[in-house]
Structures are given as C-alpha cells and as structure tokens.
C-alpha cells in the first residue's frame, strides 16, 4: 500500500495489550474531537469523537479521553489486535464561527500489533 | 451500497494541464470536504462544502477550486497542475457537518511530472 506514515510517531504492542495512542491539539477554540484509524491503501474510518464539554466516552473496546487544559486527546484501545494495527489521526473541529466546518488532522501515529 | 466514490484512482500527468478528480456520494449528505495526504505532513484540508453552492477553504486551497452545484457530486479542479501538487487526496462526506462521521473516499493518487 502506499506510504504515509514516514516519520510518524510509532506504537509498537503485543495482541491482547492495552494501547493508548496520543495527540496534542493546537487550536483552544476547537470544541469537537474525532479519532480516526487510516489502514495500508485505504482511506481513514470513523472511530470515535467527544465534544469538549465531555473530558471522556467510551466505545466498544476504545475510549476517548480530553484534557482541555493541556490541549491533549488519547485514545486507549482495549485488547489489542493484529486487525486493530494502522495509523490513527486525531481531528479537532470548531463548531461554530466563521470556520464552522474546518477540520485538522493531527500528524498520526503508527500502531503495530504482534501476534 | 453506501459509499464515497473517486475518479480516477491513478492519475499521472504534466506540469500545467488542467485536470478534475471527481467526487459523488449516495447518502445525500450535505457534507463533503477534499483532503490531501503526504508522508510527514499527514492530512490537510483543501475545501470543504456545508451544502450546494456553498463552498470555504481549508488549510491548503492554493492551487486548487471546487464546485458544488448538485449534493452528490463534489469536483476537484486543478487548473495548472503543478509537481508540488503531486499527493494522495481523499474525498469525504457527513450528513450534515464536518461533526460527527465523515466517510471517506478510496483516494486517488496523482502524480505531476
């Protein structure tokens, strides 16, 4: 598959390890986070997302966690798996104002799970 | 099937000749945004649309326009392409803003020589 993860920021886990994959957001405005996991030759898929007046929710095996303070995100993954292997962006979106609809992706991290 | 479709997937051509990537999705979203990706720098926004006719830039409009004339459908102009235009672009859609799910597109990788 193509390459997009040169000099990405790599996680490296055991299958049935618990993963936490983490991201710094710039934008103190932006009010709405979404995870999003980017397999080889494919493009991104809905993971997760939290709005900023929730500091964590939970899906199935993944939560979200936000500290506003620190402007930082992460995403735990519960008993990891090979499928689960992939690069995962974090998003920020400021839901209203002017840039109402503008979406940045943070740099990506690269998750490898080993049998 | 629901889906984000991109033509083509694979495009090679010259520095300056003109070039559209279409975009069509089937889920009457009124959403749809276009995103390029390049190794180190991750995805970029380029424009994103809120509904017909109504279009805003992204991070990274330069060089670039869009139209959105029917909901389905969300073109990608290159007027000039230039070889720093050379990336891997994603289209992408949600139902009624950039919060909440956004499906993406299969990609389409262009090459500028």
């Known amino acids: 598959g193509e390459s997009v993860g040169l000099h990405l920021p790599t996680l490296s886990v055991q299958e049935g390890d618990n993963s936490i994959i983490n991201c710094a957001y710039s934008?103190?405005?932006?009010?709405?986070f979404i995870w999003y996991k980017q397999e080889s030759g494919k493009g991104p898929q809905f993971i997760i997302d939290?709005?900023?007046?929730?500091d964590k929710r939970q899906g199935q095996r993944v939560t979200v966690l936000l500290n506003k303070t620190v402007k930082h995100l992460s995403l735990q993954i519960a008993a990891t798996q090979p499928g689960d292997s992939a690069v995962y962006f974090c998003?920020?979106?400021?839901?209203?104002?002017?840039?109402?609809?503008?979406?940045?992706f943070g740099q990506g991290t690269i998750l490898t799970v080993h049998p | 099937e629901a889906q984000v479709t991109q033509n083509p997937r694979y495009l090679i051509t010259v520095t300056g000749k003109k070039l559209t990537v279409t975009c069509s999705q089937n889920?009457?979203?009124?959403?749809m945004s276009w995103y390029r990706q390049d190794p180190g720098l991750g995805l970029r926004q380029i424009y994103y649309?809120?509904?017909?006719?109504?279009?805003d830039k992204g991070d990274v409009p330069e060089g670039y326009k869009v139209s959105r004339k029917e909901k389905r459908n969300f073109p990608l102009i290159l007027e000039s392409p230039s070889p720093n235009q050379t990336s891997l672009y994603f289209c992408?859609?949600?139902?009624?803003?950039?919060?909440?799910?956004?499906?993406f597109g299969p990609g389409t990788r262009l090459t500028v020589t």
């Open positions: 889920m009457n979203h009124e959403y």
């Open positions: 992408a859609s949600s139902l009624r803003s950039a919060l909440g799910e956004q499906y």
């Open positions: 649309s809120m509904n017909v006719e109504v279009t």
């Open positions: 934008n103190s405005a932006s009010d709405y």
């Open positions: 939290i709005r900023s007046n929730m």
């Open positions: 998003a920020e979106i400021r839901s209203g104002g002017t840039s109402y609809g503008k979406l940045t």
